[in-house]
């Protein structure tokens, strides 16, 4: 029984081994082609040399880091806020339906090259206000997409019976939409949690505060210091699998009662 348990709460080979080795084995191509071909460093520094400049400036990606995270953090939150508040009203109201879905569509289709200038000069340059306006707005339509959707698949026996309990129609989204709507809000979170990070980089390429992954890392390729700007590189890819990871553990943590509730019965 116990070995059982063991092996289904471990993670399986197969599923782990395939990546590793596939990012080892790459790393090691990579390696090989930038030392044996003499690669030049402007164009693709060797994971060693990206390495070393990761190492030396380990503080300097960690403030810039947590710059960044903060503000992916803030847009991520009341981007999804506003999203899954959208889609209840949107499932709610036919009109309100409507009128959201295209404004929604819509601002999906602005680039964030072109919205974050105009944020930025509308905005003192000493504040992070654009970059979360950014991020909350590039959150905001896979979270009313995707929590949308969920609301619109529960049964129509399941409403018909809170119905028939005079329940309300924002009771019964409460109670029954909502909760059967989670696999596909956060669907719409594991989309939006690495969008979030990459529109945060992107939008401070654009001015403002200096003190960001993206500003890091134009500064090091203005100044020609590529394997640094690799670095910075390498810490907003662990600034986005940290914000997915955190999403996944979310999810595993919610489901988890259920689960439990399910092997009681």
């Given amino acids: 029984m116990k070995a059982a348990l063991s092996a289904r709460s471990a993670p399986p080979l197969r599923t782990v081994l395939p990546p590793l080795v596939f990012g080892v084995g790459g790393l090691a191509l990579w390696q090989l082609l930038t030392v044996a071909a003499g690669v030049p460093s402007f164009l693709l520094p060797a994971p060693t040399a990206i390495a070393q400049e990761f190492t030396d400036n380990f503080g ?11 503000n992916a953090l803030i847009g991520l939150l009341l981007g999804a806020v506003l999203g899954i508040a959208a889609a209840m009203l949107a499932v709610r109201f036919r009109l309100v339906d409507g009128l959201l879905t295209p404004l929604a569509a819509a601002a999906a289709a602005v680039p964030i090259v072109a919205l974050a200038p105009l944020l930025n000069s509308m905005y003192s340059t000493t504040t992070d206000t654009p970059r979360r306006i950014v991020v909350t707005i590039v959150v905001f339509f896979p ?101 997915l990871a955190a999403v996944l553990l979310l999810e595993q943590l919610t489901r988890r009662p259920r689960n439990t509730f399910w092997r009681a019965k």
């Fill in 60 to 70: 300097r990606i960690v403030d810039a880091a947590s710059a960044t995270g903060k």
């Fill in 143 to 243: 979270m009313f997409v995707s929590t949308a959707r969920g609301l619109r698949q529960v049964p129509q026996v399941q409403s018909d019976l809170m119905t028939s309990y005079a329940a309300g129609g924002w009771q019964i989204t409460r109670t029954v939409r909502l909760p059967a709507a989670l696999p596909y809000l956060f669907t719409g979170l594991r989309i939006a949690a690495p969008g979030a990070v990459i529109a945060a980089i992107i939008a401070e390429y654009f001015g403002g505060l200096q003190n960001g992954l993206g500003s890091r890392i134009t500064s090091a390729a203005a100044n020609t210091a590529y394997p640094r700007a690799w670095a910075y590189v390498a810490g907003a890819m662990l600034v986005g699998l940290i914000f």
